[in-house]
């Protein structure tokens, strides 16, 4: 079950001076020279965290306004701070939205050219296919190889230990310097 808790504001992070708005860390991505399956597993085109970081900022500014608001006694002077503050909240809102959107964007068609090209096709194809697939992004990548007829799927187990079999059979491992050419 997922809890839909609100976590407290962070406020001892060092911030960032690129990145300001962020106010929790970041999902490191494995490098894209990585298979595309590891960077999968390691949640790397899951969804962006931003847009439920941008719904917790609302709360935290009606939060900031209700702790604001026990100590003005003048009406004149709150609502002032209360546009400031509802100001600020309301840009970092805005930018981590269009972090989110950006990030989603830039995950999908990664997600999809990787897809592709690792198992054939147009990227126009495995967009139709996962837009009508309802699983996880680890099914997706599976369904779509069966999709494809398994070519450039991994090799199963019993597969591995046969193409192993038949390297040791093929070429035996020497070691040093290489035999004497005798045809010259």
Not at 63 to 90: G, P, W
Not at 172 to 184: A, F, I, Q
């Amino acid at each position: 079950m997922v809890s839909n808790k609100i976590p407290t504001k962070p406020t001892s992070r060092k911030r960032s001076p690129f990145y300001w708005w962020r106010r929790f860390p970041i999902h490191q991505p494995l490098p894209t020279t990585q298979p595309l399956l590891f960077r999968i597993q390691n949640g790397d085109f899951e969804y962006a965290p931003y847009f439920k970081q941008a719904s917790w900022e609302d709360h935290w500014c009606e939060e900031e306004i209700q702790e604001k608001k026990k100590l003005f006694q003048d009406t004149q002077n709150f609502s002032r701070e209360k546009a400031e503050i509802q100001m600020r909240y309301a840009k970092r809102r805005r930018l981590l939205l269009e972090d989110a959107h950006k990030t989603e964007s830039n995950r999908l068609h990664d997600l999809f050219h990787g897809l592709a090209k690792l198992f054939g096709g147009r990227k126009e194809d495995v967009e139709s296919f996962a837009f009508d697939f309802g699983g996880t992004t680890e099914e997706l990548y599976w369904a779509y190889c069966e999709h494809r007829g398994g070519r450039g799927c991994p090799p199963t187990l019993e597969e591995q230990n046969i193409l192993a079999k038949l390297h040791h059979k093929t070429s035996p491992k020497r070691r040093g310097r290489p035999p004497k050419n005798s045809v010259l």
